[in-house]
């Protein structure tokens, strides 16, 4: 058990609706990153936020938007979605010492989206 | 030509043997990662490094910053190693992180 926890653990939808995806990261941790993960394109960095802060964008489409809240949990809002944003969408958490992308990450069980 | 790519893509080995994977990179990097993924999904840090040489169990992971290359060994391989592996780059500037393919292995008893 990495300390890492996401909710839900499975989400099926339809196209044109919108989901969110929750992470609450290892306790101590600033940092909360998000990955999706599809067939096609394997793991694909989406956005590093920092106690609150976005710190990097990766190759998320401005369909998705990603904030982490004063008590340092995380969401992923994905909108308008789409047959090929079905895949397994990962968080990850780091803190020492710099909770900088460089450090080592600890991974959230996913949530496998479908979307219909 | 991908920033990160990642041999072999598959690999099949017997219980005992030493096994080896490679992950090369393009770009100016501040940390390497190596990654496992279990075939449930989860995804667990293996090792993260910047330089030298690591080990933890019967892993071993090394990087060479120069010719821009890592390997990750796996000594006494068990069947329970069978998952993918997967190389990560932290891009130099610390705003990017780029994954390989991945490896997937199985490890037959």
């Known amino acids: 058990d990495s300390g890492v926890t996401q909710t839900p653990k499975h989400l099926i939808t339809a196209t044109g609706q919108r989901v969110t995806l929750r992470c609450s990261p290892r306790?101590?941790?600033?940092?909360v990153y998000w990955y999706q993960q599809s067939l096609d394109q394997g793991l694909q960095f989406l956005i590093h936020y920092y106690n609150g802060e976005e710190r990097a964008k990766g190759n998320i489409l401005e369909r998705f938007s990603a904030q982490q809240f004063p008590d340092l949990h995380s969401e992923l809002n994905l909108s308008s979605l789409e047959l090929g944003d079905s895949a397994l969408y990962f968080c990850?958490?780091?803190?020492?010492?710099?909770?900088?992308?460089?450090?080592?990450?600890?991974f959230g069980p996913g949530t496998r989206l479908l979307v219909l | 030509k991908n920033e990160v790519e990642q041999s072999p893509q598959n690999l099949t080995a017997q219980e005992g043997e030493f096994i080896t994977i490679n992950c090369s990179y393009s770009?100016?990097?501040?940390?390497l990662h190596w990654l496992q993924q279990h075939p449930g999904g989860g995804i667990v840090s293996l090792f993260m490094l910047s330089s030298g040489k690591k080990k933890h169990g019967r892993l071993i992971a090394t990087i060479n910053i120069q010719e821009k290359h890592s390997s990750l060994h796996i000594t006494a391989s068990h069947p329970r190693d069978s998952a993918v592996y997967i190389c990560?780059?932290?891009?130099?500037?610390?705003?990017?992180?780029?994954f390989g393919g991945g490896t997937r292995v199985l490890v037959k008893p």
């Open positions: 990560a780059v932290s891009s130099a500037a610390g705003n990017k992180l780029t």
């Open positions: 770009v100016g990097i501040s940390a």
């Open positions: 990850a958490s780091s803190g020492w010492p710099t909770g900088g992308i460089q450090e080592t990450q600890y």
């Open positions: 306790s101590g941790d600033l940092s």
